[in-house]
């Protein structure tokens, strides 16, 4: 999920999961218009109120979301940073530690490490996942945007030009995503500090608070193992049909 959720580039098997996602929710849409059977889908949504124009867009979209769909995200990502920094950027390097100090950590954001902020500025990727590399876009952020060209000014000086589309990355590029899950959390051990640094960065923070929804979404319950027990939260949060603890230990060979 937070690879999705917050990286331009993705690894190529998380790729190959977009891929199989945007086309299950293309044949969702599609299924929605003729009127077929959509299982759960048809129960959380409702494409009825959609035009014919909105239903092929959003199955463009997500047939989009294929791998087939070309796109250099390095350098799409490369010309966003120029545009923002525009003469400054030679001295990106100090404009980002200064974005961080004086506004992310004083704004109570000291738990997103400056190495994480700065990876993310400069490259898109905002969480690593072991020694990987991220050789495709991310496409599930990719997206389409209309504007009209500035080509030449009538008597009146208004100006005049065509229609065009251009599809790419527009996603935000200054403000980091462990905002949204990697800032807050219930379990206050995650904001221990010592020699008044930070012993958990916004990463662990995102992913405990993915486990509790994960957990919540599973049980209906509160997740608190790792608040109550002391065990670590880093566990993926228990299969409520796999049984008790010594169950699945003694079914797997351990106890």
């Keep these: ?76 990502y490369e010309w966003r940073l120029r545009k923002v920094f525009a003469d400054r950027y030679d001295f990106r390097k100090n404009i980002i530690d200064w974005d961080y100090v004086m506004r992310l950590e004083a704004a109570g954001g000291s738990i997103v490490h400056t190495v994480q902020y700065r990876e993310w500025r400069n490259t898109g990727v905002a969480f690593e996942i072991r020694d990987s590399a991220f050789p495709e876009p991310n496409r599930s952020l990719l997206s389409s945007c209309t504007g009209r060209t500035v080509e030449y000014q009538d008597r009146h000086l208004n100006n005049k030009g065509r229609s065009v589309e251009t599809y790419g990355y527009f996603a935000d590029i200054l403000s980091p995503p462990y905002l949204s899950f990697g800032i807050h959390a219930d379990l206050e051990s995650l904001f221990r500090k010592s020699n008044k640094q930070h012993v958990n960065t916004a990463v662990d923070v995102t992913s ?48």
Excluded at 228 to 246: I, R
């Design 1 to 76: 999920f937070m690879e999705v959720f917050g990286n331009a580039r993705v690894r190529e098997k998380t790729a190959e999961y977009i891929e199989q996602q945007g086309l299950m929710l293309a044949d969702v849409v599609l299924a929605a218009h003729e009127k077929e059977e959509l299982g759960l889908f048809g129960k959380m949504f409702d494409f009825s109120q959609l035009t014919y124009i909105q239903r092929d867009k959003l199955i463009e979209t997500f047939r989009n979301y294929g791998r087939k769909q070309k796109y250099d995200m390095v350098a799409c």
């Design 208 to 255: 405990y608070n993915i486990n509790c929804l994960q957990h919540e979404l599973y049980t209906g319950s509160k997740y608190t193992k790792g608040e109550e027990t002391g065990e670590s939260w880093t566990q993926p949060p228990p299969d409520p049909e796999a049984g008790p603890p010594e169950d699945r230990g003694a079914s797997s060979g351990g106890g």
